[in-house]
Structures are given as C-alpha cells and as structure tokens.
C-alpha cells in the first residue's frame, strides 16, 4: 500500500504513485503543503526548505520520493524536486512561437529554433539530415566512421589516412625538387617530377 507520511492514511495499494494518492495529498493535505506563497524557493531560507522537503516527502513500498505541489511530478531525490520547481517558480521569458517550447535563456531559444529552420545539413552516407552542423559530425562519427578511418572536419568526409589528406587544405607544400626548385603538396608527386626531372636536365 501506499501510505500518507502526513497522515499515516493507505491510500493505494499500487506499487507506483496513483492518480488517488495525489489528489489526496492536493485536496486533503493542501493547507500543509508549504508552496502557497508567491516567494521563489531561492528566496526562502533553509528552515523552509527542510519544512518543504518534509513534507513534499512520501513512502512508496519503503522508498522515499517527493511529490511536486504543483503538479503530479514525483521524483527520487530532494535535489531533483529543486531543480524541477524551477519550472513554476521561474519566469518563462523566452518562448519558441512555432511549437510553444520555452526556455530560460535566450541563447538557448535560438539554438532551439534552428530545429525549425528550412537549412538541414545532410549526410551523404545515408540521406539523414539534421538542424546543425555538428550534430551531423557526431552521426557520422558514431555511424558511418569505423576505427580504420577519420572524418574530416573541414569537409566532412571519411577517409582512410586523415593526415595524408590534411593537405588538401593546407596551403603547405613541404616537398621541394632539389633540381628545379618546384614544390608539392604530396612525395609521391615530388617523387614523379624528380623522375621527369632528371631526365630533362641531363
């Protein structure tokens, strides 16, 4: 049974939090829950807190969770029930106006609405795209890259010897012909000029 810390009352004989509990702790116990005040949690000092947290508190087949006063949420830990008042106590400043999500922060809201956008960047491996760059990175890397190979960051492309193709973007060209004088970015082309080289020197 599930049992009332308030009142020692069984009120369900579920394992889990029933719709019939909560009611009870909201209509029977609401004069005792303590959030009836428009003051945030953060404002509130440690005496309050562990008045709340006593009586936010509940037994479940001998496990202790804590129910929100707001809404139905139960969770495990006091610290989580904090964290999740911050939905009710906080004000929800910023909020996407395509799916009505909100955020606390601003830069959250922008890195959020890029999931609405028409930009969608596209693996090439499997057609999958996704709303940012380097969430496209990760899929490759966690999908389509085995241990043989590396994906470039620059261009987003697999290959066996990522450094041997750095050099496609590198402006370097450490290779030089000790004849002529001609540079290249790869041996193997300094090594075939050397070859045509020699012959036309000689």
């Known amino acids: 049974p599930v049992k009332c810390n308030i009142c020692s009352r069984n009120i369900a004989s579920t394992g889990k939090i029933s719709l019939v509990f909560k009611r009870h702790m909201l209509n029977v116990h609401k004069k005792k829950l303590v959030f009836e005040t428009e003051e945030t949690p953060r404002k509130v000092e440690k005496q309050f807190w562990k008045e709340f947290q006593n009586k936010c508190k509940v037994c479940v087949g001998g496990e202790s969770l804590y129910m929100c006063p707001y809404c139905p949420k139960v969770?495990?830990?006091?610290?989580?029930?904090?964290?999740?008042?911050?939905?009710?106590?906080?004000?929800?400043?910023?909020?996407?106006?395509?799916?009505?999500?909100?955020?606390?922060?601003?830069?959250?809201?922008?890195?959020?609405?890029?999931?609405?956008?028409?930009?969608?960047?596209?693996?090439?491996?499997?057609g999958k795209t996704y709303a940012h760059r380097n969430h496209l990175r990760r899929h490759i890397d966690q999908v389509h890259v085995n241990k043989w190979k590396s994906l470039c960051k620059i261009c987003n492309k697999v290959f066996q010897d990522i450094r041997n193709h750095a050099a496609v973007h590198s402006t370097d060209r450490p290779f030089v012909c000790s004849l002529c004088g001609s540079s290249y970015k790869w041996k193997k082309h300094l090594t075939r000029h050397e070859k045509i080289c020699k012959i036309s020197t000689t």
């Open 75 to 126: 969770v495990k830990t006091f610290g989580s029930l904090q964290s999740h008042l911050n939905i009710h106590t906080k004000d929800r400043k910023y909020v996407c106006e395509v799916c009505g999500a909100w955020y606390l922060h601003l830069s959250s809201l922008i890195a959020h609405k890029t999931t609405h956008s028409e930009i969608k960047f596209k693996c090439e491996f499997c």
